[in-house]
């Protein structure tokens, strides 16, 4: 049995996982933007959070700090057994030749944008047990970054680009789905003379900050609808005729995309640290229930 899990394990890092949004790396610089810019308050509340961390029963998916939340999510994935009913909280695609319709393919609210919603009440509960608003803020984390990548919010019958193959530049065996959430993504955010992971300006924050969940999947669905698409398969169209099942971003495409993932990383982790203004804060909610006590 350790020997079958060994491999389960290798396999795992080996193999892509296609419903994971911007991998590892870039859910880490979004927790990273997010704590850089949230109050000295803010991250006293988050450590002292984050002291549940044992009573979550996940030894293989630490959760020791922001960073480790905004993948933790992903991670306890590999046990199905135990969170297998979390995977479709992941994303919320919404075809792009149709209409957007921020209600559809979320039924009973298992879908990222209402998850988000639904973490961030549960993060604002005091009367909460400390684990479960721990388990909380992780998902927080988390799917609000999921719900910037473009691709899980825009879908051309197939499954968010996944069952498109696609080539990175001169580099083969990728997906289409799979390139905006590593290759891309890590290039628009590693750039050292320009770094994403700062303290804004409030003039910053004004313009890549703000809106709801619904509002952030209606613009990942329209960066995928105008620009992921088309980019990818050379047409203003994509919905004029079925699309090829492979395709190659050139180095043209890649440098065009680049701007465009990094803002969304940009904005992911600025909405974030509101998320977590919010719902560290004394608001309504928190005030009523500690009113009951």
Known sequence: MKAALAVALALAVILPAPA?????????????????NVSPQVRAKIARLIRSEPALGTPECPLKSLEDAAVWPDCIRGEGWRWGYTAAWHYRTAPVCQAFNPRANCAGGNCVTAQVTRAHR???????PAAIRLEALAFVVHFAGDVHMPLHSGDNEDRGGNDRKADYGIRPGYNLHSIWDGPLAERAISDPADPVVRRYSSAERA???GGTPD???????EIARSFVYPTAFDT???CAAPLPDETALSQEDIIR????????VQQAGLRIADLLESAFAPGPLVVEEQRRR
């Open 257 to 264: 995309g680049v701007p465009i993932a990094k803002r969304r």
């Open 20 to 36: 994971h949004a911007w991998g590892f790396y870039a859910h880490r610089k979004t927790a990273a933007i997010a704590e850089a």
């Open 122 to 128: 549960m993060l604002a509960d005091e009367s909460l």
């Open 215 to 221: 509002d952030w999947g209606r613009e990942s669905w």
């Open 236 to 238: 203003e169209d994509v």
């Open 207 to 209: 313009e890549l900050s």
